[in-house]
């Protein structure tokens, strides 16, 4: 069964390239894609230097034109996204998320922090639904519609799908993991007008 990973990046030179170190520990991934969404920082350099398929697109186009970028590109049966600002992801966490769906207990599973940092721990816990942590079946991501539009949206676009058409969800505690907050990369203010434009996004995933 090949097994593909997708990692959407916009600007996570930090970040990206132990992400990419982790994943090419676990064997059972058959390719790693990288789509640096308008990066204008290293990030395409990073993956590319690790001898991954990285994708850049010409200018910033959000979360959900990365996925479906990266989506058309792959060739897997079972799709695994991870966020590109990851901190503590290790081999384990991977495999805990491909077990299930590899295994047909489930078609999707979606990946909660948990004993990492307070304030993403909490986040993830009253709104699991918008982890960008996922494993899911080709078949059941590709029903979607107007996936490239949703922005941050796409992963309640792909809950809403999941609960709306019966699909089978299991949700995987992710233990010492977090990420790094856009008030972080940002700074406070920067970060919470792009927290704001994100949850805009959500909003209009809602809707899709």
Not at 61 to 71: D, H, Q, R
Not at 79 to 94: C, P, Q, R, S, Y
Request: charged share 30%; aromatic share 4%.
């Amino acid at each position: 069964m090949i097994i593909s990973a997708i990692i959407p990046a916009y600007n996570e030179e930090k970040t990206v390239g132990k992400i990419i170190d982790t994943l090419k520990n676990v064997d059972i991934i058959s390719e790693i894609i990288v789509v640096s969404d308008g990066s204008e920082d290293k990030t395409a350099q990073i993956a590319r230097e690790r001898q991954v398929t990285v994708i850049e697109l010409p200018k910033n186009m959000g979360k959900g034109a990365a996925i479906k970028t990266g989506l058309d590109a792959s060739k897997g049966e079972v799709l695994l996204f991870l966020d590109a600002d990851l901190i503590g992801l290790k081999e384990m966490h991977v495999k805990k998320l491909l077990e299930p769906v590899l295994k047909d207990e489930c078609d999707m599973t979606v990946g909660v922090f948990n004993k990492g940092r307070i304030s993403t721990d909490i986040a993830q816990l009253l709104t699991p639904h918008l982890s960008g942590q996922r494993v899911v079946k080709r078949s059941v991501i590709e029903k979607i519609d107007k996936i490239e539009i949703t922005g941050y949206g796409i992963e309640i676009a792909l809950t809403r799908h999941a609960k709306n058409c019966g699909i089978r969800v299991k949700k995987i505690k992710m233990d010492n993991m977090t990420h790094v907050t856009k008030e972080e990369k940002y700074g406070v203010a920067k970060g919470l007008i792009k927290r704001f434009r994100m949850y805009w996004q959500i909003y209009k995933g809602l809707r899709v």
